[in-house]
């Protein structure tokens, strides 16, 4: 649990901590990205140069490797090939510090481009306490987007913009008025909601709680210890955490539930604001949350705006590192840096960047459209740029905001219909796996957090197909029990997932608690196959999406290759949630810690 | 106070790249003919740090060869001249004369040039500066959401020109708001630049480094923030570039070359200060020096760093 409870405990040193704590070091996977296989594709002869590289530029930077290569670059008479892969910033800083493996499925890089350079500091950090030295040193920025709040545009408006400066501490006044935004005339848009991300998986959600403690204090540097653990900055970023809808490992879940609710009809109900890099307004603004470039999109009826927060903010910077570790041989070295050079001095290159929303890298390059108002954006702000913490003070920052943050009230139902025992993989059942994944999940809860357990297949109580093995309650009184009932279930009978989805929505509902993240997680490896009308959908999404106010969020998880993928989106979209696949069994681990996340 | 001149940049840009593209589309048929054989000249290569890159890739079309990166105390191998600071030179380095010379100035974003003008009297100068640093820029005149006055400068234990602003800004004293108003630093006065148009006013509204380096981003800022206004500390500690090599076929040409009169008058335009005597052709931005303090002998280069590392 990272309580204060075992936060001490666990820590073992201020940027290990910060490497637990902190985004990606269980952050989304290595993953290749071109090739017909997924794997990039080196001509024969060739020596390959890794990169490895953070999602937001895959693309980009694919593209323009393979504009690289074209030019056969050669460097003492070898032949060399740039290739990219998709490392998530946290995961990538993890494996830096801690020694990249040789036989995973990215090699080890001689190019890092993480989102920050926060990330390059934390690495070289780590390693000197190891006693090792720093490998992060020379770098280039390849581009820029700042941390700004995504707000609806007739919003913005209500608060002033664009000509009102606004900031956190209007947002805290916001989100603690009783009427909500009534005080702003607008008494239909019902209470201010936050979308945040959480500052343990997401670079944005970690900005975004930078810049909540420092419009705390007033400050713009130099943050301190004693300023954390203030009980005025406490209160202040408690009081901004309350408006939260939920949590949650990537900004996209926000910007895609935002866009499904526009598309339908009701561009204001699912969120007021989400902290976001302003580059991700952009592809939004154009119908495209995921930026995939895809084109015959429908744009949002209602635009999203950016507020450059008036007490500041932070940048991404997407520093180049060429870096200084062993693997990394001279040519490999020289190529790197030719391929730094090739992306970024080239004005016409880095031109590029801007068609991907980001400020470019180049100074000789102007910020220019699609950065502009006509997408709601201000090239000419931010005013103020936060000063990055001290290592040892955003690792209390981000346990501080483990205390602050809003609670959660969630029941976990999983399924243990009999094809749950069936072979995960590495010799254990698929229910073996998700059992080991739930009890890991328990440690990201707080103590505060109420958290229930439940199963489903089939008859388990009578005619119920589910059964409450743990009603939802703080979890410091509820965990010894969960972790005992998980360890005892066995699979066996059939999916009655409808009946009991809404039996748990309905107990959460019943027991709703506006001060929290009212939730159920759906784990399921299959699809409904209970006895008629118990598999009809419809009547579901109606119940689930019945209540505007009280809504209980649902967060399937789709398990194994037989999962359902359309309905459980289904119940996902009707709650304006996130669906969550861990198609691969092996994974669930991993994938439940993104669920739970939310939280 | 006296020498100093504010400079609007508009006009300036203008001056800089076509004189550059001027230099680089010239041949030696034109006229400029430096004085060594382009021929020997050819086979050996310029070296220069990022700041001087600009200028030096005018010298070397001039000169008839190519340009490498040389960064600060490495050895830039056989067959090279570089242009540096003559602290940044690797020792296995033979230290020629003076190139090249260029002054602490003070860059300022032109909205916040305005306030300051206003509140330190009509110039922007050091010691006003020294006591606003930090302050909050409603309190000097200026809007309330521009935050606090951000000073940006070189890293002093890393370049010569971040000793040289260093010694500019603190060499009588650290101005007391220097903790929380220095917000910008880079590795160079090349990078501060680079930084300070990157991130804009969110990092830096004044930044105080080499004339040269300011120089060479003059005609980007407008599309990075806004227009810079440079003025002229006075006394101000000078920069100077010397040349070096280890030797090689064709440098003493290119030394030669780099040194003669021809290129010496140009150096203006491309932001440079010759080696002796005034500058000409320089852009319409810069303007008239201080005078050139002394270059701190090693206790006061020690006292400069302590008081550094004191602040960091």
């Known amino acids: 649990m990272r309580s204060a409870k075992r936060g001490s405990v666990q820590r073992i040193g201020v940027v290990l901590v910060l490497c637990l704590l902190v985004s990606g070091c269980v952050e989304g996977s290595v993953s290749t990205t071109s090739g017909d296989d997924g794997t990039p594709t080196v001509p024969a002869g060739c020596r390959e140069v890794p990169a490895a590289v953070s999602s937001e530029k895959v693309t980009l930077l694919t593209d323009l490797a393979e504009a690289f290569n074209a030019t056969d670059p050669t460097f003492d008479g070898q032949c060399v090939a740039i290739t990219i892969y998709r490392v998530a910033s946290g995961r990538a800083a993890k494996l830096l510090a801690e020694g990249w493996p040789t036989d995973g499925s990215a090699p080890p890089p001689a190019l890092w481009s993480p989102a920050s350079s926060a990330w390059g500091a934390l690495v070289n950090h780590r390693l ?42 209007d947002i805290l006044a916001l989100a603690q008025d009783p009427e909500g935004w009534g005080a702003f005339g607008h008494p239909e ?58 949590y949650g490992d990537t900004t996209l879940t926000f910007l895609d539930n935002m866009l499904k609710e ?24 154009r119908g495209d949350p995921a930026d995939t470039g895809a084109e015959d999109l429908t744009p949002p009826t209602v635009p999203l705006v950016a507020i450059y ?56 390059v102007a910020v220019s459209d699609p950065i502009s108002p006509a997408n709601g954006l201000n090239p000419s702000q931010p005013e103020t740029e936060l000063q990055m913490p001290e290592p040892a003070v955003l690792a209390a920052l981000v346990d501080g905001w483990e205390t602050y943050r809003k609670t959660a009230r969630v029941i976990m139902v999983i399924d243990v219909s009999g094809s749950m025992g069936d072979l995960g993989g590495e010799g254990f059942s698929k229910l073996d796996l998700a059992k080991q994944a739930v009890a890991a999940s328990l440690d990201q809860f707080k103590p505060e957090d109420e958290v229930g357990l439940w199963v489903f297949s089939t008859n388990l109580d009578g005619d119920r197909d589910y059964l409450e093995l ?9 965990e010894s029990q969960i972790r005992q009932s998980v360890d005892g279930l066995i699979a066996d009978g059939g999916t009655g997932l409808y009946d009991s989805t809404q039996a748990a929505v309905q107990t959460v509902r019943d027991g709703f608690d506006q001060t929290k993240i009212n939730a159920v997680i759906l784990l399921t490896d299959g699809k409904c196959d209970d006895d008629p009308p118990g598999c009809e959908l419809d009547p579901l999404l109606r119940f689930l999406s019945s209540s505007e106010r009280d809504v209980v969020r649902v967060f399937p998880v789709a398990y194994g290759a037989d999962a359902n993928i359309p309905e ?32 | 106070m006296r020498n100093w001149r504010p400079a609007l940049i508009a006009a300036a840009v203008g001056g800089i790249i076509l004189l550059t593209g001027y230099l680089i589309e010239r041949t030696p048929d034109e006229g400029v003919t430096p004085s060594t054989n382009a021929d020997s000249s050819s086979e050996a290569v310029l070296a220069c740090p990022a700041t ?39 020792a296995n380095l033979e230290i020629g004369e003076v190139a090249a010379r260029s002054p602490i100035a003070i860059a300022v ?14 110039t922007v100068h050091l010691t006003c500066l020294s006591f606003a640093y930090g302050e909050a820029w409603r309190d000097l005149g200026g809007l309330e959401s521009w935050g606090s006055l951000k000073l940006g400068l070189a890293d002093p234990t890393v370049s010569e020109a971040g000793l040289a602003a260093w010694q500019a800004v603190a060499g009588s004293a650290v101005p007391p708001g220097l903790g929380v108003g220095l917000r910008l630093i880079s590795e160079d006065d090349a990078g501060l630049m680079a930084d300070l148009l990157l991130f804009g006013t969110a990092r830096a509204d004044v930044v105080v480094t080499t004339e040269v380096a300011i120089a060479g981003q003059l005609e980007n800022a407008p599309g990075r923030g806004g227009r810079l206004v440079v003025w002229y500390p006075d006394p101000a500690p000078w920069v100077t570039y010397v040349v070096g090599t280890s030797g090689g076929k064709g440098t003493d040409d290119l030394m030669a070359g780099i040194l003669s009169g021809n290129l010496q008058s140009r150096l203006g335009a491309l932001g440079l200060r010759p080696a002796r005597g005034e500058a000409t052709e320089l852009p319409e931005a810069l303007g008239v020096p201080g005078v050139a303090l002394p270059a701190p002998d090693e206790s006061e280069r020690a006292a400069l760093l302590d008081a550094w590392n004191g602040l960091r």
Request: charged residues 20%.
């Open chain 2, 52 to 90: 001087l890159r600009p200028a030096c890739n005018a010298l070397a079309a001039e000169l008839g060869t190519t340009v490498r990166s040389f960064q600060a105390g490495r050895d830039p191998g056989p067959g090279t001249v570089v242009i540096a600071p003559a602290a940044d030179l690797p």
């Open chain 1, 470 to 478: 743990v009603p939802p309650a703080p979890l410091q009184q509820t």
């Open chain 1, 309 to 364: 927060p008036k007490e500041g903010t932070v940048f991404s910077d997407n520093p180049a590192f060429v870096l200084d570790a062993p693997w990394v041989d001279e040519i490999s070295r020289q190529a790197a840096e030719a391929f730094r050079s090739f992306v970024v001095d080239d004005p016409e290159i880095q031109a590029r960047v801007l068609e991907f929303g980001f400020r470019p890298g180049n100074p000789a």
């Open chain 1, 128 to 169: 000197e306490l190891a006693g090792n030295d720093p490998i992060a040193n020379d770098s280039q920025r390849i581009m820029l987007t700042p941390l700004v709040l995504a707000m609806p545009k007739p919003m913005a408006e209500a608060l002033g913009w664009p000509e009102a400066d606004i900031g956190w501490s």
């Open chain 1, 262 to 285: 526009d598309l339908a009809g009701r561009p204001l109900s699912y969120a007021s604001a989400a902290a976001v890099e302003e580059v991700s307004i952009i592809a939004y603004n």
């Open chain 1, 568 to 599: 459980l989106q289904a119940i996902a979209d009707a709650t304006s949630a996130r669906l969550y696949k861990a198609t691969d069994p092996l994974t669930i681990e991993e994938v439940f810690e993104q669920v739970v996340s939310n939280f």
């Open chain 1, 189 to 246: 848009w019902g209470p201010f909601r936050l979308g945040k991300t959480n500052p343990n998986f997401s670079t944005s959600g970690l900005s975004a709680t930078i810049a909540t403690f420092y419009a705390a204090t007033g400050k713009t540097a130099g943050l301190t210890l004693d300023d954390v653990g203030s009980a005025s900055v406490g209160a202040f970023v408690r009081g901004v955490e309350s408006a939260t809808v939920h």
């Open chain 2, 109 to 122: 974003w032109q909205d916040r040039e305005g306030v300051l003008k206003t509140h330190c009297g009509g």
